[in-house]
């Protein structure tokens, strides 16, 4: 769903949200319409996520966000992404379970079980986030995705498809009774029922994030690290912190980019684009391919929401659980995480206590008076930099509108393979094809393809591959 709003600012981004689920928007929405900062909306509209994109995001997970203080007109990146554990722990080869997912004509390797679970880092950095930028009361932040679960979450189209690829993970130990009831996987327009995360938020609500490093939540995540053979240790949640930084910066197209280098590669790819907007729709194809050219691997089931005040101040949040391990905390359904299980942010010898790499990368565009005027992020592990690039690329270089660069078929280079959803210019997927790539031409849209969430000041724009949403305030 895209929003377009024809009075366009030179001063700030309109006041609003995009993010990956229509119940996530409406969280965030409802803390905006209350005075809510822009912080205090990404912590509702996320804790939301965690209720309502449970295939994609969850509590135990972690993320990386861009925040833009307008009143000191700064930006800086956030890191709660996971921390590897073993902290005071004897090093013992730890037991994980493989499988292959299918996704489109690929199969894609895994590791799960409880091994596979880093240390949650997205509840520390929701509340360093709130208290540092937030106005709202905690508890209020937290009533939006009570609300969500207490009710069941219904279960959108895109969301379903993944569901049918994951079914062997999601459907693991406590899986079953949440994804398939009955014995019946559950389908779009279904309701997800999870009662045991409406306690778990009513803890959350109560004791605050910190419960998951050193109160309720961490004791029972904890005791089933020890029952089921995991790593986490609680050295390793009391020393884990939340980390502010600096954002990577590049030049593009009379633009400031700021974000996050790591593993994102966005720093790096996008300053090597030539102009597109001269070029034919061949052409540009053949252009991105070069410039993207070099990435593959596995899939990362992440989401992002952006959210913008009336004040000017703007949050980029990404977050995700990876595929998820397969465990859930028993009674308060509660899905671990298995970034140790994804073998595209392993980089060498893992150290107890480090932070993994990650892909992801929120990012603003700032114009020459330092004023934000484009923010987006997006899902997708390695197809996230290319479905970012081509988003930016189509509103900063083509003058598309948000809608227009969301909605646009995309292609994805992995190894010699060409990855086309329908509607890719032809002519262009035929010069590749005479040169060294494989074109894979996709039946359909698909979330392989990436989901990207942005605000500009002409609009606003959510992913129609993920079920994602967008709303601007009046």
Known sequence: MCVRDRTVSKQRLPAGIAAGHPATVDAGTEILEEGGTAADAAVAACLASCSAETLMTGLLGGGHAIYWDAGARRARNLDCFVAVPGLGAEPHEPEVTTLEVPFGAELVHYAVGPASCGVPGLP???ERLWQEHGRLPWPRLVEPALRITRAGASLPPAHAACLEMLEPVMTMNEGARIYAPGGRLLRSGDVVRQ???AEALEVIASEGSGSVYRGTIADRLLELMVERGGLVTRQDLHTYEARWSRPVECAYRDHGVLTR???SGLPETLPRLPPLRALSAAARVVALVVALAGTAGAEGHTTNLVTTDGAGNVCVLTTSLGLGSGDWIPGLDLHLNSMLGEADLIRGALEPGQRMQSMMAPTLALDDQKTVALAAGAAGGTRLRTALVGVLAGVMDE????????????????GQTINA??????????VLEGQTWAVRRWPSRHHYFGGVSL???????GDPRR????RLLA
Do not use: Y
Not at 399 to 414: D, I, K, N, Q, S
Not at 455 to 461: E, K, S, V
Not at 467 to 470: N, R, T
């Open 124 to 126: 520390a950095g929701l």
């Open 195 to 197: 009662p045991g995360l």
């Open 261 to 263: 280098a790591d593993l």
């Open 399 to 414: 003058g598309l509108t948000a809608e227009e660069a969301v909605e646009r078929p995309r292609f994805h280079p992995a």
């Open 421 to 430: 959803e329908p509607g890719v210019d032809e002519d262009g997927l035929g």
């Open 455 to 461: 605000i500009t000041r002409g609009g606003a724009a």
């Open 467 to 470: 079920s994602g949403s967008a």
